[in-house]
């Protein structure tokens, strides 16, 4: 019988659940993970294509490539940047560093699902802040910090609720705060950003030593598959994050695809506009539907089902599996009923949505009013 007692927390946790896999060949439209599925670019594939030639090689452990390619494009300098294998190695190595047992972690409600079980992880205790319309509060994680709050981290936008918190609010934030809680700000869907009164972060990192902002390639650069993410940080956390972190974390391939990938920003901008087209389009679509869900700032769009409403997030995740088109069905833990969460896709993917959407409530309204 084993005997092994894993660290305080760990049991707690209940394994991160992604959007679903989909094998090469399938003929189901992906619209669980909020990928961009208008990606990777032409531009993109061919450096991936010169990028496997040194595959006897290790990697550059310092990236100096990459780092200059990002600090290049954001204005930032080159010692400040961090890379990790995604941002969610960046996170979770930040946690590690930073909070230990029976400390506390300052999470928003409904945010990103991946931050609680870090805390966890570390045998912290993840404290929730109460949202107003799916929406981080600052006051009610101001409320929220005791001797005990090491880390205090939001995304923004936020994954799954779509909404997002002014630069203003994050700013009193980062004043209110002592300065020896550390607080992330996940920046991962900022290139999607349009809002004036929106910043991904980086002057408050500027501002304030103990702010760290991440980002992420996987989504609107379309390049989830390599695993490529990073941070703007002081050089003291760097220092630090640098002592833990795995030498080769972030291979040769990533690396050099991920400089192309930087360099090609008429594909972002592309992106962008395609992006706020159709989210648009979808939104008139499911007013028409007369359908509930909240107003999204990012790629993905969250529908609400009230309880005892008859129809279930679930209902319809499974309706429009039946019917090739993969969607991720969530419960929120500030929110009653359940939701539904769907990326923005290409045009085709979003046209062959709304006509199902429109069969299953036209079905389930005559099956309700049986
Ligand atoms: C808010 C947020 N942060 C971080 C990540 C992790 O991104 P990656 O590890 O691919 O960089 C995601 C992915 O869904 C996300 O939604």
């Known amino acids: 019988m ?17 959007g679903g896999f989909l094998p090469e060949d399938s003929k189901i439209w992906g619209l669980a993970s909020n990928e961009n599925l208008l990606g990777p670019s032409q531009h993109t594939l061919s450096a991936y294509q010169k990028a496997y030639t040194r595959l006897n090689r290790y990697p550059d452990q310092g990236a100096v490539a990459l780092k200059k390619a990002i600090a290049d494009l954001h204005h930032l300098s080159s010692e400040n940047i961090l890379l990790g294998n995604g941002s969610d190695e960046i996170l979770s190595l930040l946690f590690r560093a930073y909070v230990g047992i029976d400390e506390e972690v300052i999470l928003s409600e409904n945010g990103f699902f991946l931050f609680p079980i870090l805390a966890k992880a570390q045998g912290a205790k993840a404290v ?10 600052i006051d009610a994680i101001l409320e929220n ?43 991962a869907y900022a290139e999607y950003m349009v809002e004036g ?18 980002r992420t390639l996987s989504k609107i650069y379309g390049l989830a598959a390599l695993r490529v993410g990073w941070a703007y940080a002081s ?24 400089i192309a990938v930087l360099a090609d920003q ?12 159709w989210r648009n389009w979808f939104e008139k679509e499911l007013d028409q539907l007369g359908l509930e869900y909240q107003k999204t700032y990012t790629n993905f769009s969250l529908l609400l089902f009230k309880e005892n409403s008859g129809v279930t997030a679930q209902d319809l995740q499974e309706y429009l599996l039946d019917r090739h088109i993969l969607t991720r069905a969530l419960n929120l833990p500030g929110l009653s009923g359940s939701c539904l969460r769907i990326t923005i896709g290409p045009q085709q993917a979003m046209e062959e949505l709304v006509l199902r959407l429109k069969d299953f409530f036209h079905e389930s309204k005559k099956a309700l009013s049986n």
Do not use: W
């Not at 084993?2 to 992604?18: Q, R, T, V």
């Not at 802040?129 to 981080?136: D, F, I, Q, R, V």
């Open 2 to 18: 084993l005997k092994l007692i894993p660290n305080p927390g760990i049991l707690d946790i209940a394994p991160y659940k992604a």
């Open 128 to 137: 929730l802040a109460k949202e107003n319309n799916l929406t981080t509060q």
């Open 145 to 187: 910090i005791t001797p005990k709050t090491r880390i205090i981290c939001i995304a923004n936008p936020n994954n799954p609720t779509g909404t997002f918190v002014p630069l203003v609010e994050l700013k009193r934030l980062c004043e209110s705060v002592p300065s020896n809680v550390l607080i992330i700000i996940d920046s």
């Open 197 to 214: 009164e929106y910043g991904a972060g980086s002057s408050l990192v500027d501002q304030y030593p103990n702010v760290v902002m991440t």
């Open 235 to 258: 050089t003291d956390i760097i220092a630090v994050i640098n002592r833990i972190r795995l030498a080769f974390h972030v291979n040769s391939v990533a690396q050099e695809v991920s």
């Open 266 to 277: 008429m594909f972002v901008q592309k992106c962008v506009a395609h992006n706020l087209y």
